[in-house]
């Protein structure tokens, strides 16, 4: 198994550019989501997903877009970069069953909005 | 929502030395994690531990679910071990995992 895989692994944009950040998984995890963490902290919740065509909103959702069509897939939109969306994102995915999961993390984007 | 606080924020430890690291939160929990972030920015998968105590190797855990905190222990600390390690809750009812601001290690030979 791959586990989770993001790619880019870095990103340059220039502001008012937009991109998606893609991240697959092969565990067929229900669960997926997506975090960003700034230099000197801890992550933070973007958007998440319980499964195919269900999304919703995580800590920090503004500027973003997700959508959820298959199960292995969960792709992270930005519409229009902004220089506070600099920052290194990571997508997780885990099972949901019986109230309780563990999430495993993919190796993370790097963008840099200039 | 829950709010996860860790400490200490920063620790510097000879090699061979222990540590407990604690993450507090505010809310009854059932799901939480230990992460490790290695200098290379990679996530690694620790401990799930809602509640109870697990070891692997030098490293252990112990959640007390009920006065709300959780302890990660290393003993005979390797410079692999520098790093952030990162405590992460969600509560009843939520997928949403909540982490802390991590505490800082840096083992020194």
């Known amino acids: 198994n791959a586990g989770v895989t993001q790619t880019p692994k870095f990103q340059v944009l220039k502001t008012g550019q937009s991109m998606t950040l893609q991240c697959a998984q092969d565990?067929?995890?229900?669960?997926m989501s997506w975090y960003r963490q700034d230099p000197g902290m801890g992550l933070r919740l973007i958007h998440y997903?319980?499964?195919?065509?269900?999304?919703d909103q995580g800590e920090v959702p503004n500027g973003y877009n997700v959508s959820r069509s298959t199960t292995e897939d969960f792709p992270l939109r930005l519409l229009s970069a902004a220089p506070s969306q600099t920052s290194v994102y990571f997508c997780?995915?885990?099972?949901?069953?019986?109230?309780?999961?563990?999430?495993?993390f993919g190796p993370g984007t790097r963008l840099t909005v200039t | 929502g829950i709010q996860v606080e860790q400490s200490p924020p920063d620790l510097i430890l000879q090699e061979g030395a222990n540590s407990t690291l604690r993450c507090n939160f505010s809310d009854s929990v059932n799901n939480l994690q230990w992460f490790h972030q290695n200098p290379w920015g990679q996530l690694i998968n620790l401990f799930y531990?809602?509640?109870g105590t697990k070891q692997n190797g030098r490293l252990s855990a112990t959640t007390v679910a009920t006065e709300r905190y959780s302890l990660l222990y290393i003993s005979s600390s390797q410079t692999t071990d520098s790093g952030v390690y990162f405590c992460?809750?969600?509560?009843?009812?939520?997928?949403?995992?909540?982490f802390g601001t991590g505490t800082r290690l840096k083992v020194l030979a």
């Open positions: 565990m067929n995890h229900e669960y």
């Open positions: 997903s319980v499964g195919a065509g269900i999304t």
């Open positions: 992460a809750a969600t509560t009843s009812g939520t997928y949403k995992y909540i």
């Open positions: 997780a995915s885990s099972w949901t069953g019986l109230s309780s999961y563990e999430q495993y």
């Open positions: 531990i809602p509640s």
